[in-house]
């Protein structure tokens, strides 16, 4: 297959393995025909009226605003800046660990070449409606009893599409091991009836 294909991967900036899975995403395009489009989806959404833990009520509570920082980009502007704003973000909560406040936001889109003036929209609930809207095409192939990241792409043969959550790796699987794992992943998640391939995590994220 040599024309390239589309794939989107729709993320919540709070969400570390969501973080790897993007950077796998960037090491599939060079060793794979395959440009990803990154889309905004909400863990925050996703959770409201289930009864979580307090510590994360808590992250949920903080993740509002860089969801809607990072949709309002998407609305505004191109793929180029939306994946320009979630690696400024990613880096500065998942490299840095910096805290979420308005500096993050400010730092974030500086370093992505955006205006400084999206960093409002990080408080701005108005913002929600687009969320709601990309965060329900993000889930709707995939159900609701999942998180992020949730990957859409054309089936193996290129037609069709197939969509499903993950993978949850860490760390990052860079070069060929990256396209090895594509591949694998995109066969599994085409296959009729195929629904579930999961091991309990024994790790954290591994950030390189």
Same mark, same amino acid.
């Given at each position: 297959?040599s024309?390239?294909?589309?794939v989107?991967?729709?993320f919540?900036?709070?969400?570390?393995?969501?973080?790897?899975?993007s950077r796998?995403?960037?090491?599939?395009?060079q060793v794979?025909?395959?440009?990803?489009?990154f889309?905004?989806?909400s863990?925050?959404v996703?959770?409201?009226?289930?009864?979580?833990p307090?510590?994360y009520?808590?992250?949920l509570?903080?993740?509002w605003?860089?969801v809607?920082? %990072?949709?309002?980009?998407?609305?505004?502007?191109d793929?180029?800046?939306?994946?320009?704003?979630?690696?400024?973000?990613?880096?500065?909560?998942?490299?840095?660990?910096?805290?979420i406040?308005?500096?993050l936001?400010?730092? %974030?889109?500086?370093?992505?070449?955006l205006?400084?003036?999206?960093?409002?929209?990080? /408080?701005?609930?108005t913002?929600?409606?687009?969320?709601?809207t990309?965060?329900?095409?993000?889930?709707?192939p995939?159900?609701?009893?999942?998180? /992020?990241?949730?990957?859409h792409?054309p089936?193996?043969?290129?037609t069709?599409?197939?969509?499903?959550?993950?993978?949850?790796?860490t760390? /990052?699987?860079?070069?060929?091991?990256a396209?090895?794992?594509?591949?694998g992943?995109?066969?599994?998640a085409?296959?009729?009836?195929?629904y579930?391939?999961?091991?309990?995590r024994?790790?954290?994220?591994?950030?390189?």
């Open positions: 297959m024309d390239r294909q589309t989107d991967m729709y919540d900036p709070m969400c570390p393995w969501a973080w790897i899975t796998w995403l960037l090491e599939v395009e794979r025909p395959v440009d990803v489009r889309r905004v989806m863990l925050a996703l959770n409201e009226g289930r009864d979580l307090e510590e009520r808590r992250l509570d903080q993740a605003g860089p809607r920082v %990072a949709v309002a980009v998407q609305e505004k502007h793929q180029a800046a939306v994946r320009a704003i979630y690696t400024a973000l990613g880096e500065r909560i998942h490299l840095r660990r910096e805290s406040d308005e500096q936001y400010a730092g %974030a889109l500086d370093d992505a070449g205006d400084p003036e999206f960093a409002a929209a990080a /408080t701005d609930a913002w929600d409606v687009p969320l709601r990309s965060h329900a095409a993000g889930m709707a995939v159900g609701m009893d999942v998180g /992020t990241p949730v990957i792409a089936g193996p043969d290129g069709g599409q197939v969509a499903f959550f993950g993978p949850v790796v760390p /990052t699987p860079r070069g060929e091991a396209g090895r794992l594509w591949d992943v995109l066969l599994v085409a296959t009729p009836g195929f579930e391939l999961k091991r309990s024994d790790v954290d994220p591994t950030f390189d």
